[in-house]
Structures are given as structure tokens and as C-alpha cells.
């Protein structure tokens, strides 16, 4: 198990904690450090719950471009793509809310409005539901983005004291052939 335990580490802790670069560091880069992976993780996760299936890493490629250094591209992408089973989730409560929003009348979610949608009938009726989607997310989207930051600040203060800092393989120089 020991032999196990130390290969994990050797192989998958220490390059993710490499990758997210991760510091032990109690000093102010240190705290900023873990502010931008919290924050970086709230925003692909965010990002990731956007309702229209596919866009999600545009928005986080573009999100990445726009903020740059102030945000851990690795963590923003990875919390994006995983957030994927949430976002199909959600799809229909960022409808709701959209429709509520409006005043609309629910858009129906029945056999027969799926076979309109397949034949074409029903292309106004399809794009606007995805307008009130999105118009959920709009809505929705800084709540989530602030509880998801003010969550993820002590995780990453603990996840940094943990695992941050010291390798916990020994490394060995690389030989050259």
C-alpha cells in the first residue's frame, strides 16, 4: 500500500500541485495566490453553468484572455469542463427563471413540443427559450460566482497548507542518454 501511496504522490499530486502552483508561503503572494485559484475556480464553474451546451469553452478561453495573469487558466478550464453534468442540470431552472423574469408563458417541455422543435415548427418559440436561459444565467450567475468564491477561499487555504510547499516524493535529477 505504502509502495501505491508514494507512486500517486511521485505521478499525480506533485505535478497537479506543480501545474496549480501551489505555495506553502505565508506571506502576501502566498494569500493571493490562493485568492486567484478560488477565484478562478468560482469562475469556471460559473462559466461552466452557462446554459447553451458548447459555449462554455469559448466563454472560458475568452475569460482567460480577457483576465489573464489575475486568474489560473488550468483551474478556470478544468472547473469549467467539469462542471458539464451541473450545466445540463440546470438548463431548465435558468428557463424558469428567465421566463419568470419576463412574464413569459413556460415554454412546454412535453413529447410534442420536442417533435415541434425536431420539424421546425416551433424556431421562435426554441429561441426564445433560449434567450430567457440565458437571461437566468445573467441573473443568477454573480450570486453563484460570489457564494462559490467566499466557499472556495478556505478550501484553497487549506488545500495550499496541506499540499503546497515540500514535495512529498524525493526528486531525482533526470539521466541523459
Excluded at 501551489?22 to 502576501?28: A, I, V
Excluded at 412546454?108 to 434567450?131: E, N, Q, R, Y
Aim: proline content about 6%; overall charge positive; glycine content about 8%.
Amino acid at each position: 500500500m505504502a509502495v501505491v501511496l508514494a507512486w500517486l504522490n511521485a505521478r499525480v499530486v506533485d505535478p497537479v500541485m506543480q501545474v496549480f502552483g501551489l505555495t506553502l508561503s505565508s506571506d502576501c503572494a502566498g494569500a493571493r495566490s490562493r485568492k486567484q485559484l478560488a477565484f478562478s475556480a468560482a469562475l469556471g464553474l460559473t462559466i461552466g453553468i452557462f446554459p447553451i451546451c458548447g459555449t462554455t469553452v469559448i466563454i472560458g478561453g475568452v475569460a482567460v484572455a480577457a483576465l489573464g495573469a489575475r486568474c489560473n487558466a488550468v483551474t478556470l478550464m478544468v472547473l469549467n469542463l467539469a462542471a458539464t453534468p451541473l450545466e445540463l442540470s440546470l438548463i431548465i431552472p435558468f428557463l424558469r427563471l428567465g421566463e419568470a423574469l419576463t412574464g413569459s408563458d413556460p415554454f412546454p417541455l412535453t413529447s410534442d413540443a420536442f417533435k415541434m422543435v425536431i420539424t421546425g415548427h416551433a424556431s421562435k418559440d426554441v429561441l426564445l427559450s433560449i434567450v430567457h436561459a440565458m437571461l437566468g444565467w445573467l441573473v443568477a450567475a454573480p450570486v453563484v460566482l460570489a457564494v462559490l468564491y467566499t466557499v472556495f477561499v478556505p478550501c484553497f487555504k487549506y488545500l495550499v497548507g496541506r499540499f503546497g510547499g515540500i514535495p512529498s516524493s524525493p526528486r531525482t535529477p533526470m539521466k541523459v542518454v
